[in-house]
């Protein structure tokens, strides 16, 4: 299906997207549209024919979990509303440890890096094999932007790219934008990747902005596009017409002037790649595998083979452990990098807890990130951003509070509004610490 050109729709946003001309789809984040009506700015652009694309942040389909069953039934809820003709998620995983591992639920909150390994490539493609069962639509996969990469790696990720397409028909959509990330934090060549990776199976291509500090590309979605990733928009142009292209843009939203400017550049982009345009030499997922590290023979059975899922399992426990709970580095990481993803996580979770509870930033002003990031401390997400307000609000109330009476009150009553008629008595919070102890353990 051809979508055209598109921007992705966020309520912040919602009237300059509707006042934009040329616009021949949109793509929502499915888990913050409710799945039985949507928002009025939507409906109005469907009304226009607009296409409006459910785009799933959640399911973690590069996890060492059978997807959820729940979460799958929501992203099909709302590809029926919407009317969509395909839905979309991440190659990632975002959560780990629970009963494969024996261990407490962590909650990374962000989309983090699947190794590409013959195991963890088993795994997505039951992942991917369930989901598509579950949808009514076909369904897209996203490359993902990393800060830090697995050690002995066997595929490179147009390899990775290849044989999940040959595997599974899956769709992709390519980010070009993550593709440059990549290159500048892990030094893979996006031509290579281009080159490498299945172009006919591309559904449609994300393009968005980000920033480089101290050597290490942000992929933040709140700064206008760079050259570099119009360079690499211009790279799988000259290889494929894919028959989408969207805007991303997550914060720091500009006019809506400067929004349509940065769709004419991109626009620019594709008509002047198009001139000089070049069609690849056809590489199928089979010459790929060839060209990959040596291996055994990889199953046909719509399972993963024995043993991958717990050696998955285990990997990404250990990884995002480290990550948010403080735990050793795993063997083979870059620790420097480490370091940095786990910096970058506990702002997000800051950042995202001040979204969905802004109240809490109001309340306690200046004081609130530094708070937060010390709460965040050996505490790692386990149960959605909502409960990780909770327990932050809990943990200042039972910790003696506010000096100052008034935002105390206003703290008190913001956690009655939501929680209950009291903080936690000294007991449960005893009994809360026991089992903090005993799930570490």
């Known amino acids: 299906m051809k979508l055209g050109m598109g921007i992705g729709w966020r309520p912040e946003i919602a009237a300059e997207v509707e006042a934009l001309t040329g616009i021949d789809w949109v793509e929502a984040v499915a888990e913050n549209l409710c799945a039985d009506h949507l928002p009025d700015s939507l409906v109005r652009l469907r009304e226009r024919g607009v296409t409006v694309v459910p785009h799933g942040v959640s399911l973690g389909l590069g996890g060492a979990d059978r997807p959820d069953a729940g979460r799958l039934a929501g992203l099909a809820a709302r590809a029926e509303l919407l009317g969509t003709p395909l839905v979309t998620e991440h190659i990632a995983f975002v959560r780990a440890g629970g009963p494969l591992t024996a261990s407490a639920r962590l909650e990374a909150g962000h989309l983090l890096p699947v190794p590409r390994t013959w195991d963890a490539l088993e795994v997505l493609c039951e992942n991917v094999r369930i989901a598509q069962d579950s949808l009514p639509v076909p369904l897209a996969l996203e490359n993902i932007a990393a800060l830090v990469s697995w050690p002995d790696e066997e595929l490179t990720e147009g390899q990775f790219l290849a044989e999940l397409v040959d595997r599974t028909g899956v769709r992709l959509l390519i980010d070009v934008a993550n593709l440059h990330t990549n290159h500048v934090n892990l030094g893979q060549d996006p031509a290579k990747a281009l080159d490498e990776l299945p172009v006919e199976a591309i559904a449609y291509v994300h393009v968005a902005g980000g920033v480089e500090k101290d050597g290490v590309w942000h992929d933040t979605h709140a700064h206008p596009v760079t050259a570099p990733v119009l360079g690499v928009l211009a790279e799988l142009r000259s290889r494929v017409d ?164 008034v935002a105390q009150r206003r703290l008190t009553h913001w956690w009655e509004d939501r929680s209950g008629p009291r903080p936690p008595s000294r007991t449960t919070r005893i009994v809360r610490a026991a089992r903090a102890v005993l799930a570490g353990k």
């Open 242 to 405: 894919p028959p989408g292209v969207l805007l991303e843009r997550d914060d720091a939203f500009p006019p809506g002037a400067e929004l349509a400017g940065e769709l004419d550049t991109i626009r620019e982009t594709l008509r002047s790649a198009a001139t000089g345009s070049r069609r690849a030499v056809p590489r199928t997922a089979t010459s790929l595998a060839c060209e990959a590290a040596p291996r055994t023979e990889t199953p046909s059975a719509p399972t993963a083979a024995p043993g991958a899922r717990d050696r998955t399992a285990v990997a990404q426990t250990v990884l995002l452990s480290a990550l948010v709970a403080g735990t050793p580095a795993p063997e083979g990481f870059d620790h420097r990098r480490l370091r940095v993803q786990s910096r970058a996580l506990a702002a997000k979770r800051a950042d995202v807890v001040a979204k969905v509870a802004p109240e809490l930033p109001e309340i306690l002003g200046d004081g609130y990130r530094a708070a937060f990031l010390d709460y965040a401390k050996g505490r790692p997400m386990s149960a959605g951003y909502r409960r990780d307000a909770l327990g932050f609000v809990e943990r200042i109330l039972v910790s003696g509070g506010l000096p100052d009476p």
